[in-house]
């Protein structure tokens, strides 16, 4: 399965801090998408990444991928309380579904 | 731009009841479509996705099926609910292939009691 899991499951930071989340995959990979759920409402795609990328940045988020390592790292820079939310990692091999992993909950404390 | 909407929003059904759950995709053609079920506090599982009108395709042998009578629209059914069939039901789109960015609709929080 390419399913990617989230590390940690639970993360919990005052406001103002970083928040780092982790995605781990088994097999090789065409795109690495991550993904953030509100509770109780769909998913909003933050950032893809290819396969032949290593960073990517979008606002306050960075995104890296080591495929040697099979990880990708969603970084949140000054977090404010608008992002408590659980982000999933979506992978993908070409020309195959998108698999989700389980998601971090992201807790910010005001 | 483009917009999906997906209804209704909450859906409390009794055993053996059928279930009917649409999606619509707006300002955009031929989208791929899907439907995913997220257990609580989980990540998501694939049921169904569509390339075409007509054309489903089903991931997970169950209880469901789908339809899409027109492109921009599925349709997630049951003729009788279980239990097990409780969930969040999210339905997405995508423009071209299988690993692009997919766009959510806000989702079904389904309780089969």
């Known amino acids: 399965s390419q399913q990617g899991e989230e590390d940690p499951q639970a993360l919990s930071i005052q406001e103002g801090e970083n928040a780092t989340m982790n995605c781990s995959y088994k097999?090789?990979?065409?795109?690495l998408q991550w993904y953030r759920q509100n509770s109780g409402r769909g998913l909003v795609h933050l950032i893809l990444?290819?396969?032949?990328?290593r960073e990517k940045h979008s606002g306050r988020l960075r995104v890296t991928l080591d495929t040697s390592k099979k990880s990708s790292s969603l970084l949140i820079t000054a977090s404010r309380a608008a992002d408590t939310a659980s982000y999933f990692c979506?992978?993908?091999?070409?020309?195959?579904?998108?698999?989700f992993g389980t998601g971090t909950r992201l807790t910010i404390i005001p | 731009s483009q917009t999906i909407h997906q209804w209704p929003a909450t859906l409390v059904q009794p055993v053996g009841s059928p279930l009917s759950l649409e999606c619509t995709v707006e300002?955009?053609?031929?989208?791929?479509l899907y439907w995913y079920r997220q257990a609580a506090g989980r990540g998501l599982q694939l049921l169904f996705y569509?390339?075409?009108?007509?054309?489903i395709s089903s991931e997970v042998p169950q209880n469901l099926s789908a339809s899409r009578p027109q492109d921009r629209q599925f349709i997630l059914s049951s003729k009788k609910l279980l239990l097990s069939d409780s969930g969040f039901y999210l339905c997405?789109?995508?423009?071209?292939?299988?690993?692009?960015?997919?766009?959510f609709g806000s989702g079904t929080q389904l309780s089969v009691l």
């Open positions: 997405a789109w995508s423009r071209d292939g299988f690993n692009e960015k997919l766009f």
């Open positions: 097999t090789s990979i065409n795109n």
């Open positions: 990444i290819r396969s032949n990328e």
């Open positions: 300002g955009t053609s031929n989208p791929n």
């Open positions: 979506a992978t993908s091999a070409l020309n195959e579904k998108l698999t």
């Open positions: 569509s390339v075409g009108i007509g054309q």
